[in-house]
T-cell receptor
Framework: DAGVTQSPTHLIKTRGQQVTLRCSPKSGHDTVSWYQQALGQGPQFIFQYYEEEERQRGNFPDRFSGHQFPNYSSELNVNALLLGDSALYLC???????????FGSGTQLSVL | GQNIDQPTEMTATEGAIVQINCTYQTSGFNGLFWYQQHAGEAPTFLSYNVLDGLEEKGRFSSFLSRSKGYSYLLLKELQMKDSASYLCAVKDSNYQLIWGAGTKLIIKP
């Protein structure tokens, strides 16, 4: 049973570019959440998707957008990249109503 | 604002017991979580407390006092593989997870 998978594992971009990160949830899970984790910090909630709709959103600008597909996989898009967007981006999946989150290994994004 | 405080770093000896504290001030409370994160890896779930008291799971136990806004994670019979960061997170009134910065636990032989 595959867990949460994220791609790519590492990415280097320059300021102003756009990036798309991908996530496949654990089998049987229908809810996907995205987090940003800066070095030495805890994760910061970006948004959550359920039934292809953004259900909740954290305190992130509109440059951060997402999508969930019918197979429950999800994408995180970031436009007009800033140096401060450099971080580990984590995807977590769960089954609706379940408290426990399963995390992927993340995508390390570096913005130069 | 919302705030979760944990010690930045702790050191303990293999075979010993360590307690990692977490205090929180959040808008509402819908549960407290502990996750373990090894360097360069994904966080993994350790425990969930929503009612006051102690939850025991093998070598790990987690305690919650909602009136004090306080929790701790207790690790017994420490092993070298327990060297990791331990993240405390609280689900607020909007059911969003608010995370602490994590406690880096260093285990020495």
């Amino acid at each position: 049973d595959a867990g949460v998978t994220q791609s790519p594992t590492h990415l280097i971009k320059t300021r102003g570019q756009q990036v798309t990160l991908r996530c496949s949830p654990k089998s049987g899970h229908d809810t996907v959440s995205w987090y940003q984790q800066a070095l030495g910090q805890g994760p910061q909630f970006i948004f959550q998707y359920y039934e292809e709709e953004e259900r909740q959103r954290g305190n992130f600008p509109d440059r951060f957008s997402g999508h969930q597909f019918p197979n429950y996989s999800s994408e995180l898009n970031v436009n007009a990249l800033l140096l401060g967007d450099s971080a580990l981006y984590l995807c977590a999946s769960s089954f609706v109503g379940e408290e426990k989150l399963f995390f992927g290994s993340g995508t390390q994004l570096s913005v130069l | 604002g919302q705030n979760i405080d944990q010690p930045t770093e702790m050191t303990a000896t293999e075979g010993a017991i360590v307690q990692i504290n977490c205090t929180y001030q959040t808008s509402g409370f819908n549960g407290l979580f502990w996750y373990q994160q090894h360097a360069g890896e994904a966080p993994t779930f350790l425990s969930y407390n929503v009612l006051d008291g102690l939850e025991e799971k093998g070598r790990f136990s987690s305690f919650l006092s909602r009136s004090k806004g306080y929790s701790y994670l207790l690790l017994k019979e420490l092993q070298m593989k327990d060297s990791a960061s331990y993240l405390c997170a609280v689900k607020d009134s909007n059911y969003q997870l608010i995370w602490g910065a994590g406690t880096k636990l260093i285990i020495k032989p």
